[in-house]
C-alpha cells in the first residue's frame, strides 16, 4: 500500500468539500487590455474561478497587453518577458480564513499559445485562470510531484466545467 503525502490528502479534502460547497468569492475583473472584453465575461470569469476555489477567496483578475505583462514580469520575478499568467498570493498560510490573490493573464501570450496548441482563446483563458487560482491557493509545479498534483486539479476542475484535459 502506498501511503498518501500530506499534500494529496489535503486536495483530497479540498475536493470533497469542493462538491458540496461553494464558497464565498469577492472578485474583480479588470481589462487594462480590453481584447478579450467581450468573450471572456464577468460571468464566464466568476463561474471558472470559482470552480478552483477550495476556500472564500477575494482575487483581482487583470487582463494585460504584452508592455504590462513583461514589465510585471521583470519587475516581480526578474524575468524580461510577458508570461502567460502571474500570480501574486497574499495569503498562502494553510490557516488564513480567505485567500487574497492578484491574478494577472497576458492577452498577447494567451492568444499566441491558443493558437500554437491549436485551441480556443477561451478555453485557454479558462486553463489559466483556474492555474492561477490554484497558485494563488497555495499549488505550484516546481518539483515533479507538485506539477503532477496541480495538473491532476486542473484536468479534473476543467472537466466539470466540459472542457478538455489543457495537457493533451
Do not use: W
Request: glycine share 4%; with cysteine; net charge negative.
Amino acid at each position: 500500500m502506498v501511503a498518501k503525502s500530506k499534500t494529496a490528502s489535503k486536495a483530497e479534502s479540498k475536493a470533497e468539500s469542493k462538491a458540496v460547497t461553494k464558497h464565498k468569492l469577492t472578485l474583480s475583473v479588470q481589462y487594462a487590455d480590453k481584447r478579450l472584453q467581450d468573450i471572456l465575461t464577468r460571468p464566464l470569469i466568476r463561474k471558472t474561478v470559482q470552480a478552483a476555489l477550495f476556500f472564500p477567496a477575494e482575487i483581482t483578475l487583470r487582463f494585460v497587453d504584452a508592455e504590462e505583462g513583461r514589465v510585471l514580469n521583470h519587475d516581480y520575478r526578474g524575468k524580461d518577458y510577458a508570461t502567460n499568467v502571474l500570480t501574486f498570493a497574499y495569503t498562502e498560510d494553510e490557516d488564513a480564513e480567505v485567500t487574497q490573490a492578484d491574478i494577472i493573464l497576458c492577452t498577447d501570450v494567451l492568444e499566441k499559445e491558443a493558437a500554437e496548441q491549436k485551441k480556443t482563446v477561451l478555453e485557454h483563458a479558462q486553463h489559466l485562470i483556474v492555474h492561477g487560482v490554484l497558485h494563488a491557493q497555495g499549488y505550484d509545479h516546481e518539483e515533479d510531484d507538485e506539477a503532477e498534483e496541480m495538473e491532476a486539479l486542473e484536468i479534473e476542475i476543467l472537466a466539470g466545467m466540459g472542457l478538455e484535459n489543457p495537457y493533451q
